[in-house]
């Protein structure tokens, strides 16, 4: 299996060094949509999808108003998993999954760019997200990045198997083993990992490569003695959290996971530059 790092979605926020960037508030700092793309031996599946071309082309209507004058989406088609993927010399029909860490409009704007896509998520968070999503959630998803009718495929949060101490873990239908989801709730109520077993040499212990969504913004946050994400960003994951109290729980136990395994397990999240430069062009492989 072939890992492709991608960023699906860049955005320049007013806040400066509040929020990651550098300079003073009014200053702009940098954000991207960190997507995996695996070529596994029988299929093109996508990790999250940044924005979509209809974003591109409608951003209010599908991002809404607020994430539009906060974010400040840079709006590139270049950027998109769509182009990216014709890009690399595949034919985008040929992409037959899509995994989800959740169903906020940065990362599942992409949906209707694959409608032949089976679309894999945590069962409780397709159900906050199409039925009203509550109090906290109602406000960032967008039914009109699903209005095509995904053929979704959920899971529930209540069983599975264990993983480095984290409970309901989940294989996938139609996909390898290598392919785990990991359920992480707290900035949604559905929200999960996504984990990629990588290749280990003969004789070693296997490799994982955690897509943690949005668990946590920078890589500041998983520091074992002094844990820190800048003002700006803080108040903002304080803010989205629909249940804070689970939300640092999970990036505490996130936390405990690099540091007593690093070396098995990698971890990234969706939005933080520092992680995708980590990757540059590099692709990683894992087992056939």
């Known amino acids: 299996m072939r890992i ?8 320049e926020p007013l806040g400066g060094k509040l929020m990651g960037g550098a ?14 793309l695996l070529e596994t031996e029988n299929a093109l599946v996508l990790v999250d999808t940044g924005l979509g071309m209809k974003d591109i082309e409608n951003p209010v209507e599908r991002l809404g108003k607020s994430f539009v004058r906060l974010a400040r989406p840079v709006l590139d088609p270049e950027q998109t998993a769509l182009q990216q993927i014709r890009g690399l010399g595949y034919d985008p029909r040929d992409l037959t999954h899509i995994v989800l860490t959740h169903l906020d ?10 409608p032949q896509a089976r679309v894999h998520l945590l069962a409780e968070e397709h159900r906050a997200a199409t039925s009203g999503g509550g109090p906290k959630n109602s406000s960032r998803v967008n039914h009109r990045q699903w209005a095509h009718g995904p053929r979704w495929e959920t899971y529930s949060a209540s069983a599975g198997d264990r993983w480095f101490g984290f409970d309901a873990v989940r294989e996938l239908r139609g996909l390898p083993p290598e392919i785990l989801l990991i359920p992480l709730p707290g900035h949604t109520y559905g929200h999960s990992g996504v984990a990629v077993r990588l290749d280990s040499l003969s004789g070693t212990a296997e490799k994982w490569l955690l897509h943690a969504g949005d668990a946590y913004f920078v890589h500041t946050e998983l520091d074992r003695d002094h844990p820190r994400a800048p ?3 803080a108040a903002f994951e304080r803010k989205q959290a629909v249940d ?8 505490a136990r996130l936390r405990a996971l690099v540091n007593s395994h690093s070396d098995r397990v990698e971890l990234i999240s969706a939005h933080d530059p520092a992680e995708l430069a980590r ?10």
């Open 231 to 233: 003002m700006g960003v």
């Open 105 to 114: 409009p940065d990362h599942a704007g992409g949906l209707s760019d694959f």
């Open 4 to 11: 492709h790092h991608l960023n699906c979605g860049s955005t």
């Open 244 to 251: 804070a109290a689970a939300r640092e729980t999970n990036q």
């Open 23 to 36: 300079g003073h508030p009014l200053r702009k700092a940098h954000g991207i949509c960190h997507c995996l």
């Open 279 to 288: 990757y540059g062009a590099v692709t990683a492989t894992s087992p056939r």
